[in-house]
């Protein structure tokens, strides 16, 4: 083969490299765009064996298995039951208790969303407990306004602002799901902002709706959806917009209610196998880039 041949070999190899990277670039940087790479590094450190059909709360030294209408407090490092919290319906300041979803603990009180889901979607209610020491005693219920869906959690930011989820079902009305944003005066949750949630967490939610979330300490809000094993991560942007960050892989448990344990030194994502296990998982945290 001579000289010329094989300049015109490594030419012609030359450019039909070249159409192909200009070709596929596009499409890859499409797809890493509207995909973010998620994290495989999610290492579930325990798993306690125990009934909560909804969610999990934690505090410095105890977890809360959230059911419907109880609530039971255990300890954190063997699981052993401290006290147990159940609605007692002929009563009537519990008789409107219908489906709490989850629940943060903060400055000694634990905080649960509650809706009459099922009977009335938008009678929502947040419910209030004293849990210090080994304390486990309803103390208040705040009605919340029927506005945007079934209040499904709520959470408390670094910055005191609060922040609940209104769930709306169904394939092609999920999508009103609302993220709401609150302060707390005078014993009382006021609006500040709402926000519905990116296109690209909605996909992932089938019929059902946003289940959990908890903000981490990276400052990314984690969400979960009501069966998937994973975790939509986002975050509040420069411009005041929500958006979608990454999808964190194989968590350990799969949607329900969630808390970030905000005592240990280590990011550890609490969740449930519904009816079966408490879940521990860590999840390294992540820098934010921009």
């Known amino acids: ?17 070249g159409y192909a990277i200009l070709f596929l670039l596009p499409c890859l940087m499409a797809e ?8 495989t590094r999610n290492t ?5 064996p125990f009934k909560a059909s909804q969610g999990v709360a934690v505090d410095e030294k105890y977890f809360y298995a959230i059911n419907n209408i109880r609530i039971t407090k255990c300890d954190k490092e063997n699981g052993k039951v401290i006290a147990t ?16 979803n989850s629940g943060t603990v903060v400055e000694g009180r634990l905080y649960c969303a509650h809706s009459r889901y099922g009977i009335d979607p938008n009678d929502n209610t947040v419910e209030i407990w004293t849990v210090e020491k080994e304390a486990l005693k309803h103390e208040k219920t705040i009605q919340m306004p029927r506005k945007y869906g079934s209040l499904t959690w709520i959470d408390r930011h670094r910055d005191c602002s609060w922040w609940m989820c209104y769930a709306v ?44 979330g908890s903000w981490g300490s990276d400052g990314y809000l984690y969400t979960t959806g009501h069966d998937h094993a994973k975790a939509y991560v986002l975050e509040i942007d ?11 892989n194989d968590v350990g448990f799969y949607g329900q209610a969630i808390a970030w344990d905000r005592f240990s030194e280590k990011p550890i994502l609490w969740g449930i196998i519904k009816n079966k296990y408490i879940t521990l998982t860590l999840i390294p945290d992540k820098v934010k880039t921009h």
């Open 1 to 17: 083969m001579n000289i010329i041949t094989m300049n015109t070999i490594a030419k012609r190899f030359c450019y039909v490299w």
């Open 32 to 39: 890493e765009k509207g995909n973010p790479p998620s994290n």
């Open 44 to 48: 579930v450190l325990k798993r306690i």
């Open 85 to 100: 919290w159940q609605a007692d319906r002929e009563n009537s300041a519990y008789k409107h208790f219908k489906h709490m």
């Open 169 to 212: 079902y169904g394939k092609n009305r999920n999508k009103d799901t609302r993220l709401v944003k609150y302060q707390y005066k005078k014993k009382k949750f006021v609006e500040v902002e709402s926000w519905v949630f990116p296109k690209e967490v909605v996909a992932h939610w089938g019929q059902m709706s946003c289940s959990g």
């Open 238 to 248: 420069k411009i005041d917009k929500l958006i979608y960050v990454r999808t964190e």
